[in-house]
């Protein structure tokens, strides 16, 4: 796993405290995902209707290539589906952690030919959870080699 400095403090400080993950559990079910393959893409099909992609993917004005239309539609931002968690928004990391534990386990018995980034990122109103194929000729979401870049943000990656 790569992680910023500010990741790498955030999570010393949960290591540091007794934040118990137990209730969060039931939670966790939400969040069983269920992945669709579309055109080279991996895509999480969560609450909203994939049926609408067209045909083919092609580069527009948004999406300069596949991983970054994966990126952009394989995300959770957990405050949005978890409102309890506006009033403790650093919990939502520990319930981003347990999170990419799960989508790890699928992606890989789903695509065990596939590599792929989960990317957690974390700033003052909670927690992100997305993931995008590694594809040799686009540019990575996130810019692993220099992780330290990001400065507003806690940023963790996992390559899978």
């Keep these: 796993m790569i992680k910023n400095k500010k990741m790498k403090e955030l999570i010393e400080e949960f290591e540091d405290s007794n ?7 039931n939670i966790l079910n939400k969040f069983n995902p269920k992945f669709i393959e579309w055109d080279g893409c991996i895509l999480l099909k969560l609450g909203y209707n994939l049926d ?4 083919k993917f092609q580069v527009n004005n948004i999406f300069c290539d596949r991983t970054q239309l994966e990126a952009t539609y394989n995300h959770i931002h957990l405050s949005d589906v978890l409102p309890e968690l506006e009033e403790n928004p650093k919990y939502s990391l520990r319930i981003a952690i347990e999170i990419m534990k799960i989508w790890e386990h699928k992606l890989k018995t789903e695509f065990p030919k596939e590599k792929f980034h989960i990317v957690i990122s974390h700033d ?33 990656v996992k390559e899978i």
């Excluded at 609408?52 to 045909?55: G, T």
């Excluded at 220099?146 to 940023?155: L, Q, W």
């Design 124 to 156: 003052e109103f909670g927690s992100v959870v997305r993931f995008y194929k590694i594809r040799p000729l686009d540019i990575p979401w996130v810019d692993i080699d220099n992780i330290d870049k990001y400065k507003e943000e806690a940023i963790l």
């Design 52 to 55: 609408d992609l067209p045909e």
């Design 19 to 25: 934040y118990q993950l137990t209730p969060t559990i």
